[in-house]
């Protein structure tokens, strides 16, 4: 048997754009924390953080992903319903409320992916990079 991978813990710079964000930090951050240095009470508050966060992150993007397959079907369904024939008002502020919720998933994405690219890498090229010049 193949031991698990452990995973390794990043923040996510989304994470700053949900409006529970502070308000779920300030209460790890406040809660008791039995340490004889403040240096330990700091590796304390810290790993809380760590463990809550790392277990959220896995749900988020699971129901993220879900959500964005649900309003791409959605959204597929009233452009369909468009090309046959007008849309009600309330048609059109539900496209443009499931525009506005995809436009908000792929910027999420979009600070996703940034954060683990190299732009080094990208600039510079790695080590195979001469390989390929030549």
Same mark, same amino acid.
């Given at each position: 048997?193949?031991?698990?991978?452990?995973?390794?813990?990043?923040?996510?710079?989304?994470?700053?754009?949900?409006?529970?964000?502070?308000?779920?930090?300030?209460?790890?951050?406040?809660?008791?924390?039995?340490?004889?240095?403040?240096?330990?009470?700091?590796?304390?508050?810290?790993?809380?953080?760590?463990?809550?966060?790392?277990?959220?992150?896995?749900?988020?993007?699971?129901?993220?992903?879900?959500? %964005?397959?649900?309003?791409? +079907? !959605? *959204?597929?369904?009233?452009?369909?319903?468009? =090309?046959?024939? $007008? #849309?009600?008002? /309330?048609?059109?502020?539900?496209?443009?409320?499931?525009?506005?919720?995809?436009? %908000?998933?792929?910027?999420? +994405? !979009? *600070?996703?992916?940034?954060?683990?690219?190299? =732009?080094?890498? $990208? #600039?510079?090229? /790695?080590?195979?990079?001469?390989?390929?010049?030549?």
């Amino acid at each position: 048997m193949v031991p698990l991978k452990k995973l390794s813990f990043k923040f996510e710079l989304a994470w700053l754009k949900e409006p529970d964000f502070v308000p779920i930090v300030k209460k790890i951050w406040e809660s008791p924390c039995f340490a004889k240095t403040s240096l330990d009470m700091i590796q304390i508050k810290l790993k809380r953080f760590k463990q809550y966060f790392k277990g959220c992150d896995f749900n988020r993007q699971g129901m993220r992903r879900k959500n %964005k397959n649900e309003i791409h +079907e !959605e *959204l597929l369904y009233l452009e369909q319903h468009e =090309e046959e024939g $007008l #849309l009600t008002l /309330d048609q059109m502020i539900r496209k443009a409320h499931l525009i506005h919720n995809i436009m %908000k998933i792929n910027e999420e +994405e !979009e *600070l996703y992916w940034f954060k683990r690219s190299h =732009e080094k890498w $990208l #600039l510079e090229g /790695d080590n195979n990079t001469d390989f390929f010049i030549e």
